[in-house]
């Protein structure tokens, strides 16, 4: 495999990405979900995006995993154009996707399973990777029998496993309780500055997005969503997310950031109060 440099100083490139949609309500209505995007993550780089709820932030990452063919516009990873699913990107969805029937170290072991990695093999990387999570000793344990947060470690681990060179999370610790959700924020960036990945992070907590990041962009009300903001993260590295919050250019980037967010919240606000109406 090539190194990231030996093709484009950009992971990913979302380029004029449009996406349009049939509407659930009259399927003979379309409607623009996104609209001319243009979003790119450097080789090692953290990226969170961040917009009102049902702005298309999901969207964009189904697209740069190649999971949805955009309208109009191009993904490229590593200078390459994608066609199909972005083999070179690991998925952490909001919800884990656990199989029930196997156990946490049989999850882990999944993906390299399919990749024609033999079981032995798989099982050492697996256990390998709980234990870099937290987890020895419970790689026997089923779903049912974790904790939400336990759940997420898998679901790490699961994602981590495969050493993909992009990241890509769609709120992940968004169902967490506040202590676990920063635990789990602290491994992430821990895990981040050994391998420095691309991440490409989405998030609805202002806080969180700028605690992890090194750039955070917002994106406006849809429909039609498109950046409207982009703001570099000049905070010290390595962070620990709770101290982080407490210094004062921490304060000041929350407050820009803000002042660009605040409206775009608000209209995506009152757009689900008349969807609900």
């Keep these: 495999m090539l190194a ?13 990405i449009s996406c349009t949609f049939h509407s659930k309500d009259d399927p003979g209505q379309r409607y623009t979900a996104v609209a001319d995007t243009t979003l790119r993550i450097k080789a090692g780089e953290f990226v969170s995006v961040v917009g009102p709820t049902g702005c298309g932030k999901s969207t964009l990452l189904n697209v740069g995993a190649g999971l949805l063919e955009p309208s109009s516009g191009t ?7 994608l066609a199909g699913v972005n083999a070179r990107a690991g998925y ?22 399919y990749r024609g990695v033999s079981d032995a093999d798989a099982r050492e990387q697996a256990e390998a990777w709980l234990s870099r999570v ?40 968004s169902a967490l ?15 981040w500055s050994a391998k420095k990945k691309a991440v490409l992070f989405i998030t609805h ?13 917002v994106l ?32 000041e980037l929350h407050t820009q950031i803000w002042e660009v967010l605040r409206d775009e919240v608000l209209k995506g606000y009152a757009q689900q109060l008349r969807k609900a109406a």
């Design 177 to 191: 309780d506040i202590q676990t959700r920063q635990l789990m924020e602290n491994e992430v960036l821990d895990i």
């Design 220 to 251: 406006s009300a849809g429909p039609a969503t498109h950046p409207i903001g982009e703001f570099a993260i000049d905070l010290a590295r390595p962070r620990d997310v709770a101290e982080v919050r407490t210094q004062p250019r921490f304060v």
């Design 134 to 173: 937290g987890l020895s000793g419970f790689g026997d344990r089923y779903p049912h029998q974790l904790s939400g947060g336990m759940r997420k470690r898998v679901a790490l681990a699961q994602t981590l496993v495969l050493d993909p060179d992009i990241i890509l999370m769609d709120e992940p610790f």
């Design 4 to 16: 990231a440099t030996d093709m484009s100083d950009y992971a990913l490139e979302l380029l004029s």
């Design 75 to 81: 993904v490229k990873v590593f200078g390459e154009t």
């Design 92 to 113: 952490m969805f909001q919800t884990e996707a656990l199989m029930p029937w196997r156990s946490a170290v049989a999850n882990v072991m999944v993906g390299l399973q």
């Design 205 to 217: 907590d202002l806080d969180e997005a700028i605690a992890m990041s090194d750039r955070v962009v």
